[in-house]
């Protein structure tokens, strides 16, 4: 069967940069997805995008479906066959919906009985003929911020311009928006032309001429490229941020890297404050020499040739002139403001209407920050975590974090210690926002992460607490993001507290405030089960099997770091020899123990073999060293030490015994023994193969 490529262009106004990936990815995955359900046979997919268009080319489509040849199963013979020999209504309905008759039956016995069986033939369509589709597919594209555009019922994210629809050397006939597929593109919007795209192989090329380099894998490896011939030509280190590099690769057709330069006074200014002037408003590069410090120059990527580069430099030196300007103003204006005056400014500023203002926020935080350190077992001065906490907030009213958001808490740190503030109160002011991704690192300092746990969980307590939940992919407060957050920082800081005492704590400042507008008993039960969402989430990024982090999540949360390393324990664990025979003795005392209603004290003089003692005295040695025990390796080494007695016990001891003193007696044990058991997880709740 002869195959042809196919080429599909969507020609658009500049999309945003942040939507270019996405859509991409998007549109291919929705192709490649309906050729297998179509059965088209396909080879590579390639996608391209730039600002202006989103594009795929698949090579090798067959020209038609797959022939389809399927054996299907009808009713049995005795519904399908009267007394007499004459085919049922339910015979002849089946055929008749197959395409069929009832001379096309036949029987086959499946399990002890007969059933019709049909042989099924279905001829593949052309491939051109269902093309067509492709429409559906665009129009189904869904956006993060989809619109309407002039009087066009189609919403989309920005105005569809016009459309390439090739198989082979042949259109593609539909018309999305008034807009009709055909053979033309557009090149570069001031270098390069229309042009009439003959072959779906000479896509790429053709565009590569009209200076739009389509495959943004080769755009970023030409801004790569260009940067590095920077860095070698003028001895210069470019730091080159992932997500700016993303950014920059999405707003170009035809990259050509250049830089310009600043005046040296401006770095007097904080490093982060220049970093976050060029890159958050223009898009540029920072420049450092070999030793890490940083240049009075900057790396940008304009969307064309390298014609007039000296002209197009000069021009961003000037708005980038006019920003540190700005930026310097604002430094030296906050300097003049105290402390004192920041804090009386958050009264005035509203959290949220029905949580109340950032000073209200900032007097729970410090009540929960007192709270964590009095409940800490660590080394802390608790004045300076307080004087934290009071003044964590104090940066927000200032000019530069007006400016750039980005730098909360890092100016806040450096205008702490202008101010004669304690390092430690200063660097936990940068710290209580970390981590703020999954990526990020979590406060290096205690006060730190400390003030941290205490913010975030105020904010989740706060928002629980007057019903606003994340729901589905709705959390316009970022309160997973926070919550991973404190679950990041557990981890990593081994702190001797459970989740759920933090929770309270957070919970009683509140309620002491009268945000609660619902049951405290509700919130608390919603707070711990989105902790758990958050704590699966993050073992299942480690690769914890589901039913292990199931297991370890039945009961309460308590420590987080000791919950980790207790799934990580039995992730190791579970291929190993003997692990199967350890869970299942654990699982039997749990599963007996279920039964147990009315749990009494274990009398040991109520034994009535040898078996039972063993058991209960085991127990009872396994029990002080678990609690005593240094690492969760060793608390699960205890509790498989016990498999050999409670296989004895149950081979020579009848639990439900007749006598009920007697059958109380045996379930307490089992209670016992259970309750200890699912303090590290839920062992009957593995799966063992």
């Not at 202006?52 to 013979?77: F, H, M, N, Y």
């Not at 919906?97 to 036949?106: E, F, M, R, V």
């Not at 806040?412 to 999954?438: C, T």
């Not at 020899?577 to 004290?601: D, T």
Request: with cysteine.
């Amino acid at each position: 069967m002869s195959k042809r490529n196919l080429l599909l262009e969507i020609g658009l106004e500049e999309l945003p940069a942040r939507f270019v990936t996405s859509s991409m990815n998007q549109l291919a995955d929705k192709v490649q997805k309906w050729f297998t359900e179509k059965a088209i046979e396909f080879g590579d997919v390639q996608a391209f995008s730039t600002p202006r268009r989103l594009s795929l080319l698949v090579t090798d489509v067959a020209e038609a479906q797959k022939d389809i040849e399927e054996e299907v199963k009808g009713p049995a013979k005795k519904i399908a066959m009267d007394a007499e020999g004459n085919w049922s209504k339910a015979a002849i309905g089946f055929t008749k919906g197959q395409g069929l008759t009832t001379d096309d039956i036949y029987f086959k016995e499946i399990k002890g009985v007969e059933y019709v069986h049909l042989n099924k033939f279905i001829k593949g369509q052309p491939t051109k003929e269902l093309l067509v589709e492709l429409q559906n597919l665009i129009t189904s594209m869904t956006f993060g911020k989809n619109m309407r555009w002039a009087n066009q019922e189609l919403r989309f994210v920005r105005p569809i311009k016009w459309l390439i629809a090739l198989f082979g050397q042949e259109i593609v006939p539909f018309t999305i928006a008034d807009v009709d597929t055909n053979r033309t593109t557009k090149g570069h919007r001031f270098l390069g032309e229309t042009i009439t795209i003959e072959d779906p192989a000479e896509y790429e090329a053709r565009l590569t001429e009209q200076f739009v380099i389509a495959n943004p894998d080769t755009r970023r490896n030409m801004i790569l490229a260009q940067i590095k011939e920077l860095e070698a030509k003028n001895n210069w280190v470019i730091p080159v941020d992932a997500e700016l590099l993303e950014e920059v690769n999405n707003l170009v057709e035809y990259p050509t890297v250049l830089f310009g330069r600043f005046e040296e006074e401006f770095l007097e200014l904080p490093s982060d404050v220049l970093i976050t002037s060029m890159k958050e408003h223009q898009r540029y590069f920072p420049v450092k020499d070999q030793a890490g410090n940083l240049l009075s120059f900057f790396v940008t990527v304009r969307n064309g040739d390298d014609r007039h580069l000296e002209t197009v430099s000069k021009g961003n030196e000037k708005v980038l002139r006019a920003r540190l300007s700005d930026a310097a103003f604002f430094y030296k204006e906050d300097q003049k403001k105290d402390i004192a005056d920041a804090l009386k400014k958050l009264e005035t500023i509203v959290y949220h209407e029905e949580i109340g203002t950032l000073a209200e926020k900032t007097e729970r935080v410090t009540a929960i920050t007192g709270a964590l350190v009095d409940a800490l077992e660590v080394s802390v001065d608790k004045e300076l975590a307080l004087r934290a906490a009071r003044i964590a907030k104090f940066d927000l009213v200032s000019h530069m974090v007006y400016e750039f958001p980005e730098l909360q808490g890092y100016m806040g740190e450096r205008y702490a210690l202008l101010k004669g503030e304690a390092k430690e109160v200063a660097a936990a002011i940068h710290e209580h926002y970390m981590p703020k991704s999954a990526d990020d690192s979590v406060p290096p300092s205690t006060i730190g992460a400390i003030l941290s746990v205490a913010e975030k969980m105020d904010t989740i307590a706060s928002f629980f607490a007057i019903g606003i939940i994340p729901t589905g992919s709705q959390d316009p407060y970022a309160l997973r993001r926070q919550a991973s957050g404190i679950v990041q920082i557990l981890a990593e800081k081994n702190w001797n507290i459970s989740l759920e005492a933090i929770v309270a704590l957070a919970l009683h400042e509140v309620e002491a405030k009268n945000i609660v507008k619902r049951e405290l008993a509700d919130v608390q039960e919603d707070m711990l089960a989105f902790f758990k969402a958050r704590i699966k989430h993050m073992l299942q990024e480690q690769h914890i099997r589901y039913d292990l982090i199931d297991a370890v999540l039945l009961g309460e949360i308590g420590y987080i770091s000791s919950l980790v390393e207790r799934a990580g324990v039995l992730e190791a664990k579970k291929n190993e020899a003997g692990f199967k025979e350890e869970l299942e003795a654990l699982s039997r005392v749990m599963n007996i123990a279920s039964k147990c209603e009315h749990q009494v004290s274990v009398d040991a003089a109520k034994f009535e073999n040898t078996q039972e003692t063993a058991l209960y005295e085991n127990y009872q040695r396994v029990s002080v060293a678990y609690q005593q025990a240094d690492n969760e390796t060793e608390r699960y080494e205890l509790l498989a030490s016990l498999q050999t007695d409670i296989e004895q016990y149950f081979e020579h001891t009848m639990v439900m015994a007749d006598d009920a003193s007697i059958r109380n007696n045996r379930l307490s044990l089992m209670k016992e023994i259970s309750d200890l058991v699912a303090t590290y997880a839920a062992m009957n709740k593995i799966i063992v193969s």
